[in-house]
């Protein structure tokens, strides 16, 4: 069940297969949700042994509206947690030139072999800002609390 909240942005969508139902349309589920389940596009369930990548169809095609918005996909926590699916490039990026079917990249890291249905969740999308850039080489950075220190160093002693 879809939940209504006021949009702060509008995405166009296509639907791009015969497989799609009303049911596949991403929706946010709960009042505080961050992302949209994208949903299994598929004609017949599929199975996903262990350590095997699949990509799945969605059914959907976005367009989304300025340079300045990407679509990230994520794993969903459930399939994640239950099953150990998850996503094997980390989280996918929707860039905003790209209108092509959304197809998700899932991972079964788990030891079972696992089935995907046609409806299911596979995953969710996050629409959020992007900055363009310009880089500057410079000899020198500003000091910073952290500095150079990297994995695991948070709250070790000081150092550049």
């Excluded at 996503?87 to 030891?111: C, R």
């Excluded at 696992?114 to 500003?142: C, K, M, N, Y």
Aim: aromatic share 6%; net charge negative.
């Amino acid at each position: 069940m879809a939940v209504n909240r006021d949009a702060t942005m509008r995405v166009n969508y296509k639907i791009v297969s015969d497989n799609f139902r009303d049911s596949f349309l991403p929706a946010y589920k709960t009042s505080g949700a961050a992302g949209m389940d994208l949903h299994a596009c598929i004609d017949e369930a599929l199975e996903i042994s262990p350590m095997q990548r699949v990509r799945i169809p969605t059914g959907i095609a976005l367009q989304l509206p300025t340079p300045q918005t990407v679509g990230l996909v994520y794993a969903r926590s459930g399939l994640a947690w239950k099953h150990g699916v998850g996503l094997p490039n980390g989280v996918g990026v929707i860039d905003s030139d790209y209108t092509g079917e959304i197809q998700v990249l899932l991972v079964n890291f788990g030891e079972n072999t696992v089935q995907i249905s046609p409806g299911d969740r596979i995953a969710q999308i996050v629409f959020a800002p992007v900055h363009t850039v310009s880089l500057v080489q410079t000899p020198e950075f500003s000091k910073t609390e952290r500095g150079s220190r990297g994995f695991g160093s948070t709250g070790v002693g000081a150092e550049d």
